[in-house]
């Protein structure tokens, strides 16, 4: 394969080939010698003040090397808005995961054994676990600061000329639950010394960040300290705040020996983080032809006990939730609220899935009361691209959602529409639609990426950067990037990735950013390559060259001259320039909105989901038969890893809105495995039709978007809208599952309507 | 929507806190004889992994609904190779028995069909699921060589994958069953 040929070329990533052998390591498979065993005690109580904990008898246990409580701990908070979490509990637990105290002994057994001989004195306290509840001031206090983490209020042009004038105003409230990512492999980690460094090698999302991290809880320079991330089994956002990495750096700095910490699938549906449960109200004023005039919108997240990436999902969740419409003013008032429920933060989507659920089904809402076609109302309101967004940010980047509408619209599966009658007459048909937008890149804040190019000594290429392969993919498009810039084949480019200290920082790999940047920072990398060629011949010739071309594994000088890059190679490095360059890519930031973190973005991605749903009127049960994602993805560097990101997007969206219950009550998670929460299976999930809209976006890499994200946003609202049309009934809450879908159909006389049609 | 029974008694007593005598076993992992004691309280999964080294099969959860720990097995219940979920039997079950895990399945540096097909479909993302999701099917496939769409999708619901939404994975299984069939051999 040569230029211009591996973007927009379905590869097959080189990860996969290791992977479909069995040969790839990820950190759960590390087993190193004379290794420690690590267990985490995690609190009984969602929130109870810790009176003494007594590690004496743990202690005496003969296999038992070390046991570990706050005490141990230099620094004893993290976390990257606020450093509000702590390594161990000291004072206070404040949600069921808690952890308390660490034990580290010679076998899995050992540890777990020895855990049971800990006491831990506690004083029961009252837990607040309603956000609603959280808010008012005689609520228990989660924090001594207060039980609001954080608020924001925007009023945005004339909503109250906007009401004033309106002819219809539709009301609702919309509630998402607690979903849980649910990755195949748990949280898991090793960590040993090397050269007087801690090494940890664990699956996370940002190397760089885990290891500040580290060092400010141990309170080492970060020097010290190496991270490592291989493969990792999944991630989803689950793995962006810390998790074993700390408590592994502590065992094997105190005792000097290899460590390793597994979380098992109880704990990590415990102790691994949620998607922010929400509650979300909207008020939308709209003229008779379908013009939306305003929306006011009252969103509150439950934060859980710690802040982790709450700030920043809360304003996701602000900056969506109008939707993908030209809405002309709106009133927003968002809360994130703690309370003694598990830690929410960060989740494929980030707060979007929840106000874009609660927009969609407000839109098909209001298109019933006007009479309207959900679609021709969508479509009516879309942003275009130059339009003025709500925030007063004019969109100069690509805006797909009219052109994904259309592809809708004219589909066989819309264009089916109505025939809502199926062969049993328990049975009904339904099709629904809805859309999604998204920001991406970090947006207001600083954001930055570097990667490293190196030429090696055989002409080959290595471009090493700290991204990390969660499955996303990332390593075989930055390759495909790098050989199509460098005229090389994509089997000639090398990728080493997230080792803080052989990669640059490519900053974290989250927000569908990671491709953006690390393909934006490669092109700058190239550019500093062409640039020490032209050094490079204007020591040699005295003479700077005007142009520098890389093609089919040669450099060509002013078209006079050319080398091959193993020559290159040996040159760069005989003159002493080096054969390695830094390309650093900074994402354009527009000033944010005061009182905002990062809202504008620059860049957005958009989305439409048609979904096909069968519902058993007897049950309650919904099956999905159909899903089509249009998405706007700009131009697609794989198509084989963009299809197979957007359908498993899918996949858990059809999860967050039938299936993932997570029930919790009083504080306690009730479903703790994966025989009580249940992620789709196999049967689950129908064939699914992914449909990429190519818009060009100047900034990105080839036109890129990012994918990881989009491909969920839409799912929820796109499922309940079809089961709306399949039954007339209106389900504003997920997850629907089928429990609650039979008790809303009984309350509307589904039932009954249809025991008398058969008797 | 599926529901899965909940099976939680082994892991349960595998916790255990006595530690007991240890049992000699001998099992014939890829075509290799190992022998070894085991306690009687360790599980296949962890012996396959922490004592024989071979960490190709992995673990996704305590329940046996995951079956990332899928593996083909003969020898314990006749003579028939069948996939099994290897969290769900101890050590000590697989004494005398032949096992088949995910590095043994390439031979002479040849891909399997299926391992070949779930490459090239991008049937993996973060490839967790893969091994025990390659050895489910090829349970199946061994029981049903020619299935429809439906039938793969049933055949390996005991699997969960997080990632790939199953499409590529149903296909892959698919395009390799093909092979397989044209080819005669299933191993
Ligand atoms: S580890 Fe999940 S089924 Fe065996
Ligand atoms: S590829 Fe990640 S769980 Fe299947």
């Known amino acids: 394969m040569t230029a211009q040929r591996a973007v927009g070329a379905p590869v097959a990533r080189r990860d996969a080939f290791e992977k479909a052998v069995g040969a790839a390591k990820y950190a759960s498979d590390l087993f190193l010698d004379d290794m420690l065993w690590v267990a985490v005690l995690r609190s009984k109580y969602p929130h109870a003040r810790i009176r003494r904990i007594d590690t004496s008898k743990a202690e005496s246990h003969p296999n038992v090397v070390a046991v570990f409580t706050h005490r141990d701990v230099p620094v004893n908070r993290y976390g990257l808005f606020k450093k509000d979490r702590p390594v161990l509990c000291d004072d206070k637990v404040r949600y069921i995961g808690d952890p308390i105290a660490l034990v580290a002994a010679e076998t899995r057994e050992d540890a777990l054994e020895a855990l049971k001989l800990i006491e831990v004195d506690y004083e029961p306290l009252p837990p607040v676990t309603d956000p609603i509840e959280a808010m008012r001031p005689d609520a228990p206090k989660v924090h001594d600061d207060g039980n609001i983490c954080r608020e924001v209020h925007l009023r945005l042009g004339d909503v109250d000329g906007a009401f004033a004038r309106a002819d219809v105003i539709v009301e609702n409230t919309y509630r998402t639950g607690a979903q849980i990512h649910a990755y195949l492999e748990t949280e898991a980690g090793i960590s040993y010394m090397e050269d007087g460094k801690i090494v940890v090698v664990a699956g996370g999302q940002s190397p760089y960040r885990d290891r500040a991290e580290i060092a400010h809880a141990l309170n080492l320079p970060e020097e010290m300290i190496r991270v490592v991330t291989p493969y990792v089994g999944g991630a989803f956002g689950g793995k962006d705040d810390i998790t074993v990495q700390i408590h592994l750096a502590l065992v094997t700095w105190k005792t000097g020996r290899p460590a390793r910490l597994v979380w098992s699938r109880e704990e990590s549906m415990m102790a691994g983080t949620k998607r922010h449960p929400a509650i979300i109200k909207i008020r939308t004023a709209a003229t008779r032809d379908g013009t939306i005039l305003a929306n006011k919108i009252e969103i509150v997240l439950d934060k859980g006990a710690y802040t982790a990436l709450g700030p920043a999902v809360l304003d996701v969740a602000v900056e969506n939730c109008n939707g993908p419409y030209r809405v002309q003013a709106s009133q927003i008032d968002a809360y994130l609220v703690y309370t003694n429920n598990m830690v929410a933060s960060a989740f494929r989507g980030f707060g979007a899935p929840q106000v874009i659920f609660a927009i969609e089904r407000q839109m098909d809402l209001l298109a019933k009361k006007l009479g309207m076609d959900p679609l021709e109302l969508r479509l009516k309101n879309a942003l275009r691209k130059g339009d003025r967004y709500v925030f007063g940010n004019v969109l100069e980047g690509s805006v797909g959602i009219a052109q994904c509408l259309e592809v809708a619209r004219s589909h066989p599966l819309w264009r089916s529409r109505g025939r809502n009658s199926c062969e049993w007459p328990w049975l009904r048909r339904g099709v629904g639609v809805a859309a999604a937008m998204k920001g991406y890149t970090i947006g207001a804040l600083p954001d930055k990426g570097v990667v490293a190019l190196e030429l090696l000594r055989d002409g080959r290429v290595l471009v090493k950067g700290s991204f990390t392969e969660i499955g996303q993919g990332v390593i075989q498009a930055v390759a495909q990037i790098a050989a199509d810039l460098l005229g090389v084949s994509v089997d000639d480019v090398e990728v080493v990735f997230a080792d803080t200290e052989v990669t640059p920082d490519t900053s974290v790999t989250s927000a569908s950013r990671q491709l953006f940047l690390a393909g934006n920072a490669v092109r700058e990398a190239v550019e500093a390559l062409r640039e020490r060629v032209a050094e490079l011949e204007g020591r040699l010739s005295g003479r700077r060259p005007a142009r520098v071309e890389f093609s089919g594994g040669w450099v060509f000088i002013d078209s006079e001259r050319r080398y091959s890059l193993q020559e290159l190679a040996r040159l760069l490095e005989s003159t002493g320039l080096g054969r390695q360059v830094l390309g650093v890519y900074e994402v354009p930031r527009v000033e944010p909105l005061p009182g905002t973190l990062e809202i504008p973005h620059l860049f957005y991605m958009f989305g439409v989901t048609l979904a096909e749903v069968l519902v058993n009127l007897l049950t309650g049960e919904v099956t999905v038969s159909k899903v089509v994602s249009i998405v706007d993805a700009g131009r697609v560097i794989n198509p084989i890893t963009f299809t197979g990101q957007v359908e498993g997007a899918v996949a858990q969206g059809i999860g967050f809105a039938l299936m993932e219950d997570a029930k919790i009550r009083d504080g306690y998670l009730l479903t703790r495995d994966l025989s009580t929460y249940l992620i789709p299976s196999s049967k689950d999930v129908p064939e699914i039709e992914v449909i990429p809209v190519e818009t060009e976006e100047a900034e990105g890499p080839f036109g890129a978007k990012g994918i990881g994200e989009i491909g969920i946003i839409s799912v929820a609202p796109a499922i309940l809208n079809a089961v709306a049309d399949a039954t007339g009934v209106e389900p504003n809450a997920i997850p629907l599952t089928h429990e609650r879908l039979y008790w809303l159909l009984k309350e509307h006389g589904l039932v009954e309507q249809l025991r008398r049609a058969s008797t | ?187």
């Open chain 2, 1 to 187: 929507m599926a529901r899965r029974a909940a099976v939680r008694t082994v892991q349960r007593r595998a916790r255990g806190p006595v530690p007991q005598a240890k049992v000699p076993i001998r099992v014939k992992i890829n075509g290799v004889e190992y022998s070894h004691e085991v306690e009687p309280r360790l599980l296949l999964v962890h012996y396959i992994r922490d004592v024989v080294g071979l960490t190709g099969t992995h673990i996704g959860c305590d329940t046996s609904n995951c079956g990332a720990c899928t593996v083909l097995m003969k020898g314990t219940w006749g003579n028939e190779w069948r996939a099994v979920k290897s969290c769900t039997l101890y050590a000590v079950q697989a004494d005398g028995a032949e096992i088949i895990t995910i590095e043994g399945l390439a031979k002479n540096g040849e891909l399997h069909p299926l391992q070949k097909a779930f490459w090239e479909h991008h049937a993996l993302q973060c490839g967790y699921c893969t091994p025990g999701m390659i050895l489910a099917a090829l349970g199946f496939l061994k029981l049903n060589p020619n299935p429809t769409r439906e039938e793969i999708r049933k055949g390996i619901s005991g699997n969960l994958c997080r990632c790939t939404g199953y499409v590529n994975i149903v296909k892959a299984i698919e395009a390799a069953a093909k092979e397989i069939r044209e080819k005669g051999s299933w191993i």
